[in-house]
């Protein structure tokens, strides 16, 4: 794997997200992450955002094949923060998305310190929008696997959360978190997403693509045959 590769040296700081759709198997990934840092010595400390019990209740993080390793349930990224131990070099967050903006922060510090941070989160919200921090936490990430599952309708990859109130998706007006809800929620493709909204703003945009271009710079196969010197100018 890319992370052995890239990762060298005791105290060589360094972020890494392992990130995609639910049931992708984030958490399995993460939790070999974890075994194999404790094969090698590494001191390593595991947190997990409060938020999710779904599998083995606070305090483990548990994948669906049933293997899981303990971890400290966190409320926030400053708790993070205060409990990580100065001889740690390893600390691993599941769940990350649902942590407060200032996680970002928290991991930079930690990889700067030489802390080699191991982070897992679904990275879009069920509305198939950018999930709390994962935007900053991808973009300033060392490393990024993106994990696909299988959509549950077509059988092609699945990246989005697809979720279901009785057995319909969910409008786009609710909430981006709900706790202790009685929806459910599968993995489908983009294709197979569906969000029921009455949002302006994308309504107006889809009549924008299906309209046609004023002035279109399509490049087809055809374009290849252009001679440079009367090939047409992108700008001047
Ligand atoms: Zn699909």
């Not at 936490?137 to 990024?144: D, K, Q």
Request: with cysteine.
């Amino acid at each position: 794997m890319k992370d052995i590769a890239l990762y060298h040296g005791d105290r060589q700081g360094w972020v890494e997200v392992i990130t995609g759709v639910m049931f992708s198997g984030k958490s399995e990934e993460m939790i070999r992450r974890v075994r194999r840092a404790l094969i090698a010595r590494r001191r390593v400390q595991v947190f997990k955002s409060d938020l999710d019990d779904r599998y083995a209740g606070v305090g483990r993080i548990s994948s669906h094949d049933g293997s899981g390793v303990d971890a400290v349930p966190v409320r926030s990224s400053f708790e993070i923060a205060e409990l990580v131990h100065p001889d740690t070099q390893v600390v691993a967050i599941d769940e990350v998305q649902f942590l407060d903006d200032g996680i970002v922060e928290v991991v930079e510090a930690l990889a700067d310190h030489g802390v080699r941070v191991i982070m897992a989160g679904t990275d879009m919200d069920f509305r198939g929008l950018p999930f709390g921090a994962m935007g900053g936490i991808l973009a300033t990430a060392e490393s990024v696997d993106k994990l696909f599952a299988i959509c549950v309708v077509c059988g092609n990859p699945a990246t989005r959360n697809q979720r279901l109130v009785d057995g319909r998706p969910a409008p786009a007006e609710s909430p981006t978190i709900q706790v202790g809800g009685a929806e459910e929620y599968e993995a489908r493709c983009r294709r197979c997403h569906e969000v029921p909204a009455e949002d302006r703003a994308q309504t107006s945009l889809l009549d924008a693509l299906a309209s046609d271009p004023t002035d279109p710079l399509v490049l087809t196969h055809e374009s290849l045959r252009v001679p440079p010197a009367r090939s047409r100018p992108i700008s001047r």
